[in-house]
């Protein structure tokens, strides 16, 4: 991972507002020891890959997941993602060094706390979720809890789920946006840049609003509008499809559940940009409803060059 001051920059034009960008990125390391004792709480894709990318990094870390379903809990011990896998959360979080939260976001702040009780007092308590202001919201709302907590959010992942699906890669080079309030811990933030960068991740730093702002646009609504066109496909219609349909719709084969409540957990920043959306999406239907091919190709050209922008932009690190 390069070393130079990360960086994220936003180009091109918009027919409807944008949110604001408002990114920050940071670049301190501050040197961190290993963690003895690592508990996972939801060993999933994520989980799971976070479990190997640690072992991997710090063999000497006993590394201990929860899962409320036996099946997850076989499938990650299979992976090799954990050393031990629990269904008792408590358990799994006593005397941890580390705590990370891997489950839907409707669970992550509830786990956060209980991870807080029972870990070393010294422990740093962090999460993968998709969705932040919530989050950081409740935990902070405990004492305990706001004390150790750092909330984190690598890019990273796919429409596959499960520990099956785990790569001890999946964070390399990926940016990861950390969430820090002026409630948040200096040390443990250090600890936590420290480690992401340590799991090859590119690390942003951003408030929680911000951070749920624009993953509505690069992530939350894209979903959406990508389940929108799947669910499109007229029956008739199903040998027909190309690899541009399957490449725009690759995302609706999420998991539906934990979509829901990432949806739902960042509801007014979707909105927002769902109106953006409709805004855009009346442009075009009114150019091609005219025969109007000049506004249809300044629409489209101007949607190439926001994408071609993105493609070039320089890597966070």
Not at 157 to 179: I, N, Q, S, Y
Not at 228 to 240: C, T, Y
Not at 246 to 258: K, N, V
Request: glycine content about 8%.
């Amino acid at each position: 991972m390069s070393r130079s001051e990360p960086r994220i920059e936003t180009t091109g034009e918009q027919s409807c507002p944008a949110p604001d960008q408002g990114l920050q990125a940071i670049t301190e390391r501050s040197p961190g020891g290993t963690p003895n004792r690592v508990a996972i709480l939801g060993v999933g894709l994520l989980g799971g890959s976070f479990g190997l990318a640690i072992r991997r990094n710090y063999p000497a870390s006993r590394v201990i997941g929860f899962s409320r379903t036996r099946s997850s809990r076989d499938a990650a011990l299979l992976r090799g993602a954990v050393d031990e896998a629990t269904d008792d959360a408590r358990s799994a979080c006593r005397d941890a060094d580390l705590v990370v939260v891997a489950t839907p976001v409707d669970r992550i702040a509830e786990l956060a706390i209980v991870a807080a009780e029972v870990s070393r007092p010294d422990a740093m308590v962090t999460d993968l979720g998709s969705t932040k202001a919530e989050i950081v919201k409740a935990v902070e709302a405990d004492r305990l809890a706001r004390g150790k907590y750092v909330g984190a959010h690598p890019i990273a992942g796919g429409e596959r789920t499960g520990a099956e699906h785990a790569r001890e890669d999946l964070f390399r080079d990926r940016p990861v946006v950390l969430t820090p309030t002026s409630k948040t811990d200096p040390e443990r933030l250090a600890r936590s840049v420290e480690m992401w960068g340590g799991l090859g991740g590119q690390v942003v730093v951003m408030s929680p609003e911000d951070h749920d702002r624009n993953l509505a646009s690069t992530s939350h609504v894209p979903h959406l509008v990508a389940s929108m066109l799947a669910g499109l496909l007229p029956e008739q219609a199903r040998d027909l499809v190309g690899s541009g349909w399957l490449d725009t719709t690759r995302i609706a084969s999420g998991d539906p559940e934990m979509w829901a409540s990432i949806c739902l957990a960042n509801r007014d920043a979707i909105a927002d940009v769902l109106d953006q959306a409709s805004c855009s999406l009346r442009h075009f239907r009114e150019a091609v409803l005219a025969g109007d091919r000049d506004r249809l190709f300044r629409l489209l050209e101007s949607a190439k060059r926001q994408r071609d922008a993105a493609l070039a932009a320089p890597t966070v690190g």
